[in-house]
């Protein structure tokens, strides 16, 4: 047979123990993008790992601080803060939530995330939404502040952003539904 040559599988002379195969998974996990602990031991039980020896991994990479929540909290609002997409804090809390952050490290994570800050978020975000327009209608901008709405964009940032948005031609504001 012609071709590629396939490589025999020679047996170890060790068996490879649970807690290496463990660590040999996470680390490979790892090198991807950095995890949540919660995630992490998810992925590690997904790949058929007991329970107590995922844990133990997972606490020993906690240990050496391959694994550290508060740390990917940071990194996770300071990459929303950065990105050129804008996010409102709803969005980031729930991001967090999804890795398993604890909220406790979410909220610390989010101090930065101030009112000023969702401001300027909603501000981009309009922005944006309404870039394709050279003289938007009051339609457009009504659509445009649903879209901010709906992304999770505090009312009080939205209507603030709007009236640094607005151009005096337009009047006042349109009017919109204020349930949140």
């Not at 949540?36 to 133990?56: N, P, Y």
């Not at 991994?57 to 990105?83: C, F, H, I, N, P």
């Not at 607005?166 to 504001?173: E, W, Y």
């Amino acid at each position: 047979m012609r071709g590629r040559r396939r490589r025999r599988r020679t047996p170890h002379k060790t068996a490879v123990s649970g807690i290496e195969q463990a660590k040999a998974a996470a680390l490979r996990l790892l090198r991807y993008r950095a995890r949540s602990e919660r995630e992490l031991l998810a992925r590690l039980q997904e790949k058929g790992l007991e329970d107590a020896v995922a844990q133990q991994v997972v606490e020993r990479l906690k240990e050496v601080g391959l694994v550290d929540d508060r740390q990917m909290a940071e990194w996770v609002v300071q990459s929303a803060l950065t990105d050129t997409h804008p996010h409102s804090r709803f969005e980031v809390r729930y991001k967090l939530r999804r890795l398993g952050i604890p909220d406790e490290l979410a909220e610390e994570a989010l101090a930065v995330w101030t009112d000023e800050v969702e401001q300027e978020m909603a501000e981009r975000y309009l922005r944006r939404r309404l870039a394709t327009t050279s003289q938007p209608s009051p339609e457009d901008i009504l659509r445009a502040f649903r879209a901010a709405k709906q992304r999770g964009f505090a009312l009080v940032a939205l209507r603030t952003a709007l009236r640094s948005l607005m151009d005096p031609s337009f009047g006042d504001l349109p009017p919109v539904d204020e349930e949140e």
